[in-house]
């Protein structure tokens, strides 16, 4: 697995051919790593691999952190990279399974990146839907349970237009 994440982060660019764990040249270090400098309980009393863990969330937070920015695709490739490779590095199944899950999102966190567009939107109007429509089970009207569910997603009744 740790050569598929290699492959894909090459694939954008990134420069796996020397195998080293240092970033490629141009490749800021993380600030936001955590260290037994940087927080006084540090791996000493959380454990070596919750540090990891940690760090690993700071670096896809920083480079999902570049959604609406513009980001070049040189800083997406070195955010990217610093992340793919410190999951390659942990040997840690979870982190293992995160890295899997953002290869295989990949495209989509993106468009998502370039962009800014999600479907937040819409997943939200269908947790009202099911919600209203578990609450209305039992209704024998089929048409009023359509209209409760039509009233429950409309602007009006979440508060967006003042019904005066």
């Given at each position: 697995?740790r050569?598929?994440?290699?492959?894909?982060?090459?694939?954008?660019?990134?420069?796996?051919?020397?195998?080293?764990?240092?970033?490629?040249?141009?490749?800021?270090a993380?600030?936001?790593?955590?260290?037994?400098?940087?927080?006084?309980?540090?791996?000493?009393?959380i454990?070596?691999?919750?540090?990891?863990?940690?760090?690993?969330?700071?670096?896809?937070?920083?480079?999902?952190a570049?959604?609406?920015?513009?980001?070049?695709?040189?800083?997406?490739r070195?955010?990217?990279?610093?992340?793919?490779?410190?999951?390659?590095?942990?040997?840690?199944?979870?982190?293992?399974?995160?890295?899997?899950?953002?290869?295989?999102?990949?495209?989509?966190?993106?468009?998502?990146?370039?962009?800014?567009?999600?479907?937040?939107?819409?997943?939200?109007?269908?947790?009202?839907?099911?919600?209203?429509?578990r609450?209305?089970?039992?209704?024998?009207?089929p048409?009023?349970?359509?209209?409760?569910?039509?009233?429950?997603?409309?602007?009006?009744?979440?508060?967006?237009?003042?019904?005066?």
């Amino acid at each position: 697995m740790r050569a598929t994440w290699l492959s894909a982060a090459s694939e954008i660019g990134v420069n796996c051919a020397t195998g080293s764990p240092a970033p490629p040249p141009g490749c800021a270090a993380s600030t936001s790593t955590l260290s037994s400098t940087s927080c006084p309980t540090g791996p000493r009393v959380i454990g070596a691999p919750i540090t990891v863990a940690w760090n690993a969330k700071e670096d896809l937070l920083d480079l999902l952190a570049t959604a609406r920015t513009r980001p070049d695709r040189e800083q997406v490739r070195d955010l990217l990279y610093r992340f793919y490779r410190r999951c390659a590095d942990a040997d840690l199944p979870e982190l293992q399974r995160l890295a899997t899950t953002v290869e295989t999102w990949w495209p989509e966190i993106l468009a998502f990146l370039h962009t800014g567009i999600t479907n937040t939107g819409s997943k939200g109007t269908n947790r009202v839907i099911k919600t209203i429509a578990r609450d209305t089970y039992g209704f024998r009207n089929p048409g009023n349970q359509r209209f409760r569910t039509r009233c429950a997603t409309t602007r009006r009744a979440r508060g967006h237009l003042d019904a005066r």
